[in-house]
């Protein structure tokens, strides 16, 4: 597996947050698929329904 081939998923409800990790992987050349959960919910929701792996959790509080 590629680390490109892994999607990243972001819990975040602020939009200027989101946007600043979007523009970090950006500047960092981190080319991966991103998909954004508003809340804990939504982040389980797409866990659970396969739209993304989770083989590798991060949490940042």
Do not use: H, W
């Amino acid at each position: 597996m590629q680390n490109n081939d892994i999607t990243v998923l972001v819990v975040e409800d602020d939009d200027v947050d989101y946007m600043t990790v979007k523009r970090s992987f950006a500047k960092c050349k981190i080319m991966n698929p991103m998909v954004r959960a508003i809340d804990g919910v939504e982040a389980l929701e797409l866990l659970r329904g396969g739209q993304v792996d989770y083989r590798l959790l991060f949490f940042l509080i």
